[in-house]
């Protein structure tokens, strides 16, 4: 696979670094944010070819991110992977199927991020 630009938000240190050595080992380059101000920075400071974020991280979860890209960035929508232990919470399934975002259910295998980041990039 090429090497992709990746951003990975993240509030989870053990989780966080997890991610980031799975995609930093498919040779990606991988900058990480572990809250709302730091995503916000990096997202101003640069272009990403896929955002894989958690759904729920305090001050900043699954709707707010995407109404933040919405507003600042509209192309990144459609790079955007969320990631969850909690993709049946009520408050988030209508989220969810009316913005179309991919979801790994966590625990993900190495794989199954792989095969989300393709699936991504092959949409761009």
Do not use: C, W
């Not at 709302?36 to 990403?48: M, N, P, V």
């Not at 109404?67 to 955007?80: S, V, W």
């Amino acid at each position: 696979m090429q090497r992709r630009r990746i951003l990975v938000v993240e509030d989870d240190d053990m989780v966080r670094d997890a991610v980031a050595m799975m995609l930093d080992a498919d040779n990606h380059e991988v900058a990480t944010a572990s809250n709302r101000a730091e995503a916000l920075r990096l997202l101003e400071q640069g272009s990403y070819d896929v955002i894989v974020s958690d759904l729920r991280i305090q001050n900043l979860d699954g709707p707010i991110l995407y109404r933040e890209l919405k507003q600042r960035r509209p192309d990144a929508l459609k790079r955007l992977i969320f990631m969850t232990g909690h993709a049946r919470a009520s408050e988030y399934v209508d989220f969810l199927e009316e913005t179309h975002v991919p979801v790994l259910a966590k625990p993900f295998s190495p794989e199954q991020l792989r095969d989300a980041v393709r699936r991504v990039l092959a949409t761009r």
